[in-house]
């Protein structure tokens, strides 16, 4: 059974900074690509950042670009996102998805799996 888990979300400031974790379970995670996506109220799903399966690259929406980090450890099967300089629009549900052999991609259709999510509110 295979399962993603966030966690990390809470209700911050702008300018203040979040750290989320996602951690795999029932996958070869060093096989996986992983992103990050986000839901707004309103709003449709939209891609954060993504790292692709070896960890070679990285891959970020140009929202985010300079302000957040993905990073993955494989030993503890688990992918972060280091978000810096919260604004106000960044508050969403952020969700981790798992593609295997993928590159990252912003596409969220070529995901395998999603987790549940994890609220990010930021107060201006």
């Known amino acids: 059974q295979v399962q993603l888990v966030e966690s990390g979300g809470g209700l911050v400031q702008a300018g203040d900074s979040l750290r989320l974790s996602c951690a795999a379970s029932?996958?070869?995670?060093?096989?996986?690509?992983m992103g990050w996506f986000r839901q707004a109220p309103g709003k449709e799903r939209e891609f954060v950042a993504g790292v692709h399966w070896s960890g070679i690259r990285t891959n970020y929406a140009n929202s985010v670009k300079d302000r957040f980090t993905i990073s993955r450890d494989n030993a503890k099967n688990t992918v972060f996102l280091q978000m810096d300089s919260l604004k106000f629009e960044d508050t969403a549900v952020y969700y981790c998805?798992?593609?295997?052999w993928g590159s990252g991609s912003g596409e969220g259709i070529r995901y395998d799996y999603w987790g549940q999510g994890t609220q990010v509110t930021v107060s201006s």
């Open positions: 998805a798992a593609q295997q």
């Open positions: 029932g996958i070869t995670f060093s096989t996986y690509a």
